[in-house]
């Protein structure tokens, strides 16, 4: 499974940007996929999440702001980002979990992308 992340740069604060994540390879039985993210000196932190019903969970400084979501039939995950703040500034790194028939599932992890939010 391969994932690759796309759509960050460089934005103003209060502006948007979404960013994408494709998932390719053997992609049977992906279920949970999320976004993190680190930013510099801090530590890595759960962004988003969703299932692959669609049920979502947000970190509670984006709550209100990002949007997840998710497309199955492209294998691509999103994440919108309206109202950013310099404080979002990090790289994104998308992870997807392959459900095992036996055992806990496997994260796999996209290589990041940097979004960079001026002030």
């Known amino acids: 499974v391969q994932l690759q992340a796309s759509g960050g740069g460089l934005v103003q604060a209060g502006g948007s940007l979404r960013i994408s994540c494709a998932v390719s390879?053997?992609?049977?039985?992906?279920?949970?996929m999320g976004w993190y993210r680190q930013a510099p000196g801090k530590r890595h932190e759960l962004v988003a999440m969703i299932s692959s019903g669609g049920s979502t969970d947000y970190s509670d400084s984006v709550k209100g702001r990002f949007t997840i979501s998710r497309d199955n039939a492209k294998n691509t995950q999103y994440l919108q980002m309206n109202s950013l703040k310099p404080e979002d500034t990090g790289v994104y790194y998308c992870?997807?979990?392959?459900?095992?028939?036996?055992?806990?599932?496997?994260?796999?992890w996209g290589q990041g992308t940097l979004v960079t939010v001026s002030s």
């Open positions: 992870n997807a979990d392959q459900v095992q028939r036996w055992g806990p599932p496997v994260r796999y």
């Open positions: 390879g053997s992609i049977m039985s992906i279920g949970v």
